[in-house]
Each structure stands twice: as structure tokens, then as C-alpha cells.
């Protein structure tokens, strides 16, 4: 089977040896791979400590064509099933530690990752896999981790009792991750501020749904005028792989407000700094948020089914196409995302 992996630094996609579903695992015939910014950090080495991964890949839509010993439990041959729940944790999680029974199997010392689907056949353990109606085309495989990591950080306004109705600022709102963020905060009935870079991508962010769209290119004039008309935003989630994105997402914070980093730039980028002082006189709860769990990844299908949140795909290819899509997704030309449509060559 074809498969795309990083060998010696280099790109390469050849053939490999079919894998076998070990014990509570689905064998999966993938019918379409979304390409995420991680997929091409991963692939370069670009985040700090991290060598470049060998496997690549982490949201995907495809069919079960076997099971190992116990996934009968969990998955039938035949069934059309999204997988990858954002690569971290995903894989396996022990569900009776303390960490997993509050919801964070991320951090299970048992944990492992979900990261390869750029092949033509991936096994997974079938817990993790999530039933999806025909009605939700290939072109939605990047909910698996692009709707997903959102999906987690919207969901995260409610658990930190930002209401319904107040403003939100998202920052990188028209990328892989913010498009979604755009349409799901509208599903929750906040306010939305979409913030990215340039007039396309500021219209695209308007036509997602959001009530105010802001060019990062002047970040003072954006300050000025959200300060100006809200006394600052109730929660900024922060999708930026910049980090002056982090930097503006918190100037437009208003007083005691939420702080959602999601985005992870390269290490090049540097680290962003606060003075205790702002934060004194901001007092914001600064939180992270990562990815999302099974159940969160059953909610977004819903809410994908009844129409409420949409991939937006606008660059499809073979995954012969891979070494392309990421100069072009580094080169920020995408509206969201690119999907990898025939990972047989
Ligand atoms: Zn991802
Ligand atoms: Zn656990």
C-alpha cells in the first residue's frame, strides 16, 4: 500500500507492507486525508525538541475493512467512519485514571497519538472511531482535527461561563482551525470577531457568519476600535501560527477576560512574553486548549449532519500532491483546508 512518510528528512510517498489490526483495533481503508498546519511542522522539525515524525497525518474518513481480536464491540466491517481526534491521545487512553475520568485522556500516562493516516490502509484502535452519515461528504475529513480542536475551544467559552450573546474574538478566523471556530461560536449565538490578514480572507470570515471582521496588518487601529465598542472582547481564542496573533488576541481582551491559546507556531517564532502588570491590570484567565475527545468529536458529527458547521476545502488532491500542498499551506494560500482525495497514488 501507498503511504506518505518523512524518511531521512525527506518527504517520500512509496510503498509499504499492509498493516494487521492488533487486538481492539479497525483496519481502515482511508478515502480522503486532511493536510493540517501540524502535518507540515511535524515533517520539517519546526517545533522545539520535536524531530521530524516519520509518519504523517491525523484526520481522515475512511471504511473498516477488518477488525482485531475485541473491535467487534466497537466497529463493523463496512462501516464509514471519521478517525484521528487530532493525533494527541486519540490512539488509546486507559479510561480509569484520574486524567481520563475528568475528561483529559490526552493526558493519560497510557495515551498514544493517532498519527499516519496518509496512507492508502491505517490501523486504529476502534474505540476512537466515530459512525458518520453518508450525508457528510469526504471533503470533512479536517473535522477530525481541524473542526474538533475548535469545537474543544468553543466549548471551553461555556465551560469558563462566557454567555451566549457577548463578544468573542477569533484570531486566525479564516485558517484550517478559525473557519470552523467562526461558524461554531455563531451555533452558540456569540458575537464574533473575526480577525486575520487581508481583504479575501476578511470576506471569506464574513460570509462564515461573523458580526465584525479586523486585519491584523493594523493591529492598533483593531485595538482601538473593539476597545472602543465593547470595552474589549469577553474571550479570545487564539488559532494563529503567529505570534503577533497571539499578541493582538490579547491586547483586544477586555477586563477578567478568557485567554484560549490553541495554535502552536514554529520555534522560530519565538516566545510571547506579559508584564506582570498587564496581567494585574487585565486579570485574564489564561487557559489552553488541545484537540478534543471522542465524545466531543460525536457532538461535532451532529452538529455537522444538521448542517451547522462545514469543511470549507479549497484546494483537493492525490496525496502525490502532499510536498505542494504543504509549500502552499506554509505559504498561507489556503481558506481552509487542502484534503488528500486519492491516497492510492
Ligand atoms: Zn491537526
Ligand atoms: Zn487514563
Not at 466497529?75 to 471519521?82: E, K, L, N, S, T
Not at 493516516?117 to 472511531?129: G, N
Not at 469526504?138 to 469558563?160: F, I, M, R, S, W
Not at 486579570?283 to 452538529?303: C, F, H, K, N
Amino acid at each position: 500500500m501507498k503511504a506518505a512518510k518523512v524518511e531521512d528528512g525527506v518527504l517520500t510517498i512509496r510503498d509499504h507492507p499492509m498493516p494487521t489490526p492488533g487486538d481492539g483495533d479497525a483496519l481502515i481503508r482511508i478515502t480522503s486525508a486532511g493536510v493540517c498546519h501540524s502535518d507540515l511542522h511535524l515533517a520539517r522539525g519546526e517545533w522545539m525538541n520535536l524531530p521530524p515524525l516519520v509518519n504523517l497525518g491525523h484526520e481522515a474518513i475512511g471504511i473498516v475493512e477488518g477488525l482485531g481480536p475485541g473491535a467487534e464491540k466497537f466497529a463493523q466491517v463496512g462501516d464509514r467512519v471519521i478517525l484521528g481526534l487530532g493525533g494527541s491521545g486519540g490512539g488509546y487512553w486507559c479510561g480509569a485514571c484520574r486524567y481520563c475520568l475528568s475528561g483529559q485522556p490526552r493526558h493519560c500516562a497510557e495515551s498514544k497519538g493517532i498519527i499516519g493516516t496518509f496512507a492508502e490502509y491505517f490501523t486504529v484502535w476502534a474505540r476512537s472511531l466515530v459512525k458518520i452519515p453518508d450525508s457528510l461528504g469526504d471533503n470533512e475529513a479536517p473535522l477530525a482535527c481541524g473542526g474538533l480542536t475548535a469545537y474543544g475551544a468553543v466549548k471551553k467559552l461555556l465551560d469558563h461561563r462566557v454567555l451566549p450573546g457577548r463578544p468573542v474574538a477569533i484570531v486566525g478566523a479564516a485558517g484550517g482551525l478559525g473557519h470552523y471556530a467562526v461558524q461554531l461560536a455563531k451555533t452558540f449565538d456569540y458575537q464574533v470577531v473575526g480577525v486575520d490578514v487581508g481583504q479575501e480572507r476578511l470576506d471569506f470570515v464574513k460570509s462564515l457568519g461573523a458580526d465584525l471582521v479586523l486585519d491584523a496588518t493594523e493591529p492598533a487601529a483593531a485595538v482601538e476600535l473593539v476597545q472602543r465598542e465593547f470595552g474589549g472582547v469577553d474571550a479570545s481564542l487564539i488559532f494563529s501560527a503567529k505570534m503577533a496573533g497571539f499578541r493582538l488576541g490579547f491586547d483586544l481582551l477586555g477586563k477578567h477576560g478568557l485567554y484560549v491559546a490553541v495554535g502552536i507556531p514554529a520555534a522560530s517564532e519565538g516566545n510571547f512574553e506579559w508584564n506582570p502588570f498587564q496581567l494585574f491590570m487585565k486579570d485574564p484567565t489564561i487557559i489552553y486548549s488541545a484537540v478534543g475527545t471522542v465524545q466531543d468529536m460525536r457532538e461535532l458529527v451532529d452538529l455537522a449532519a444538521a448542517g451547522r458547521v462545514t469543511s470549507h476545502v479549497s484546494r483537493v488532491g492525490p496525496m502525490s500532491e502532499l510536498g505542494a500542498i504543504f509549500d502552499e499551506l506554509a505559504a498561507g494560500r489556503y481558506l481552509g483546508r487542502a484534503v488528500l482525495t486519492d491516497l492510492s497514488r
